[in-house]
């Protein structure tokens, strides 16, 4: 008997693919229920708080304003100047930590109820379904020849996209210029080029992500698609198709027994793959392209009830109660996240809590180092900006101690209003014979003059003169 293995030749099969798949469109279909009327009013909320903001007034100004020029960031009763980003810092570090806590509960409820993206392509995707009419007539629509129909709707669909992405783009702006008057300026053809370019951009992103990308923006732009997992587990609530109870799957009239028939209870409608914006099919598992938005979670409740099943078939569920088991909300890795969650946020309120009331910055002429007066004091100039973080107009005291005999030319008191910036130019002139280095340190000290508003700040600042003799 021979001791060879036979062998055969095998020519390996090679398949090309793209990494960018061509978008195949996607045909949503409208359903109602349950969840869905949970992300309209989460719609609604988030649409009205978005565009009618700019337009609230808090004591004679927008109430919220990016007042970037100024440099200063209103948000109603607080202004918020550059040097306090750090609390921006952590209000994001809160917001990341929230972020991780609900998606380790609820998977990802703020991509299908409050993500940008979701909100305005379900505006959009409600202006298509209005123009062009239900998914089967969009369907047939678009593989109709051109027509005067069809040209009407389709003018009359891109016609509302763009005005409602031009919306959105001069609400955006209106965050960083007061909305009021940037909406007279842009009619009159006086506003910034700027302001115009700026509206546009938007105008055309919102129109190209939530019209024409959709679900690509989701799936390929996003990085939360590819992370989520991460934060995921066993007990993790998530969309999910109970597997055990749907299968085999097949049609059948519901007057049938389909247990008898070795069926489960899933009737292969394929109705959770036409109302879902990703067109995935949530049969096959868990997939990233899904954004939980719960719509297939109504369609099947839909036909459950039509056939008489009992709903849930497809669901909030977590993997451990589609395997039998007892599943946990708070456990070790949630109870991280929100532990996290309150020491940031205790940290923030401490550093918000000791902001300064009161800011003081000087800036020293660089021009010439000094100057030499004809008395023969040397002269050094400074524009001192007091900044009034308060939301009430106090009087300040100007001083400067740090060398012997100094004479302080300007003025000395200075009214700053509710958040404004004060520059104040000042000389500073020395007798030589006080100067010891050439580079002299002096002490800059703005104090509030009202006795129910007690602040005061002080800050350092260089005195430059030639070395006395």
């Given at each position: 008997?021979?001791?060879k293995?036979?062998?055969?030749?095998?020519?390996?099969e090679?398949?090309?693919f793209?990494?960018?798949?061509?978008?195949k469109?996607i045909?949503?279909?409208?359903i109602?229920?349950?969840?869905?009327k949970?992300?309209t009013?989460?719609?609604?909320?988030?649409m009205?708080?978005?565009?009618l903001t700019?337009?609230?007034n808090?004591?004679e100004?927008q109430?919220?304003?990016f007042?970037?020029?100024a440099r200063q960031?209103h948000?109603f009763?607080?202004?918020?100047?550059?040097?306090?980003?750090?609390?921006l810092?952590w209000?994001l570090i809160i917001?990341?930590?929230g972020?991780f806590f609900?998606?380790?509960?609820?998977?990802?409820?703020w991509?299908?109820?409050?993500?940008?993206q979701?909100?305005w392509?379900?505006?959009?995707?409600?202006?298509?379904e209005?123009?062009?009419?239900?998914?089967n007539?969009?369907?047939k629509?678009d593989?109709?020849?051109?027509?005067?129909s069809?040209?009407?709707?389709?003018?009359?669909?891109?016609?509302?996209?763009?005005?409602?992405?031009w919306?959105?783009g001069l609400?955006?702006v209106?965050y960083?210029t007061?909305?009021?008057?940037l909406l007279?300026d842009?009619?009159?053809?006086?506003?910034?080029?700027?302001?115009?370019?700026?509206v546009?951009?938007?105008?055309?992103?919102?129109?190209?992500?939530?019209?024409w990308?959709?679900?690509?923006?989701?799936?390929?732009?996003c990085p939360?698609a590819?992370?989520?997992?991460?934060?995921f587990?066993?007990d993790?609530?998530?969309?999910?198709?109970?597997?055990n109870?749907?299968?085999?799957r097949g049609?059948?009239k519901?007057?049938a027994?389909?247990?008898?028939?070795?069926?489960g209870?899933?009737?292969?409608?394929n109705?959770?793959?036409h109302v879902c914006?990703a067109?995935?099919?949530?049969r096959?598992g868990l997939?990233?392209q899904?954004?939980?938005?719960?719509l297939?979670?109504?369609?099947?409740d839909s036909?459950?009830?039509?056939?008489?099943?009992?709903?849930?078939?497809v669901?909030y569920?977590?993997?451990?109660r589609?395997e039998?088991e007892?599943s946990?909300?708070m456990?070790?890795?949630?109870?991280g996240?929100a532990?996290?969650?309150?020491?940031?946020?205790s940290?923030?309120?401490?550093?918000?809590s000791?902001?300064?009331?009161?800011?003081?910055?000087?800036?020293?002429d660089?021009?010439r180092?000094?100057?030499?007066?004809?008395s023969?004091?040397?002269?050094?100039?400074y524009?001192?900006?007091?900044?009034?973080m308060d939301?009430a107009?106090h009087?300040?005291?100007?001083?400067?101690?740090?060398?012997?005999?100094?004479?302080?030319i300007?003025?000395?008191?200075?009214?700053?209003?509710?958040g404004?910036v004060r520059s104040?130019?000042?000389?500073i002139?020395?007798?030589?014979?006080?100067l010891?280095?050439?580079r002299n340190?002096?002490?800059?000290?703005?104090?509030?003059?009202?006795?129910n508003?007690?602040?005061?700040k002080?800050?350092e600042?260089?005195?430059?003169?030639?070395?006395?003799?």
């Amino acid at each position: 008997m021979s001791d060879k293995i036979p062998v055969q030749q095998v020519e390996p099969e090679v398949i090309e693919f793209d990494l960018y798949e061509k978008r195949k469109k996607i045909y949503t279909r409208a359903i109602s229920g349950f969840f869905q009327k949970i992300r309209t009013r989460a719609l609604w909320v988030l649409m009205l708080g978005y565009f009618l903001t700019p337009w609230v007034n808090w004591h004679e100004r927008q109430g919220v304003l990016f007042d970037l020029p100024a440099r200063q960031f209103h948000i109603f009763g607080v202004t918020f100047f550059p040097q306090d980003f750090f609390l921006l810092a952590w209000i994001l570090i809160i917001c990341a930590f929230g972020l991780f806590f609900v998606t380790t509960l609820f998977g990802r409820v703020w991509c299908g109820y409050t993500c940008p993206q979701t909100v305005w392509t379900m505006v959009f995707m409600w202006i298509e379904e209005k123009t062009e009419g239900s998914r089967n007539a969009r369907m047939k629509l678009d593989k109709a020849p051109m027509s005067k129909s069809k040209f009407i709707k389709k003018f009359n669909k891109h016609s509302l996209w763009l005005l409602f992405g031009w919306i959105t783009g001069l609400t955006f702006v209106g965050y960083f210029t007061p909305i009021r008057e940037l909406l007279i300026d842009l009619f009159t053809f006086n506003a910034h080029p700027w302001a115009y370019f700026w509206v546009a951009l938007f105008t055309g992103a919102t129109y190209l992500f939530a019209g024409w990308m959709r679900e690509q923006v989701c799936t390929y732009m996003c990085p939360y698609a590819r992370f989520q997992a991460v934060m995921f587990d066993p007990d993790t609530m998530v969309i999910s198709y109970d597997y055990n109870r749907g299968e085999a799957r097949g049609p059948r009239k519901r007057s049938a027994d389909h247990k008898a028939q070795g069926l489960g209870d899933c009737i292969d409608c394929n109705l959770c793959v036409h109302v879902c914006p990703a067109g995935i099919d949530i049969r096959d598992g868990l997939q990233y392209q899904c954004i939980g938005c719960a719509l297939c979670v109504d369609a099947c409740d839909s036909i459950m009830d039509k056939m008489g099943y009992e709903r849930g078939l497809v669901s909030y569920t977590t993997e451990r109660r589609l395997e039998g088991e007892t599943s946990h909300i708070m456990r070790p890795k949630a109870i991280g996240y929100a532990m996290c969650m309150v020491v940031v946020i205790s940290a923030f309120m401490f550093f918000a809590s000791d902001r300064e009331a009161l800011g003081l910055d000087v800036i020293r002429d660089r021009n010439r180092l000094f100057n030499e007066t004809p008395s023969g004091m040397i002269e050094n100039i400074y524009t001192v900006k007091v900044i009034n973080m308060d939301q009430a107009s106090h009087r300040f005291e100007i001083s400067v101690s740090g060398l012997d005999n100094m004479t302080m030319i300007g003025r000395k008191t200075v009214t700053a209003n509710a958040g404004e910036v004060r520059s104040v130019p000042f000389s500073i002139q020395v007798p030589p014979t006080a100067l010891e280095e050439q580079r002299n340190t002096i002490f800059f000290k703005v104090e509030s003059l009202d006795p129910n508003y007690p602040v005061e700040k002080i800050t350092e600042s260089r005195f430059i003169g030639p070395v006395s003799k």
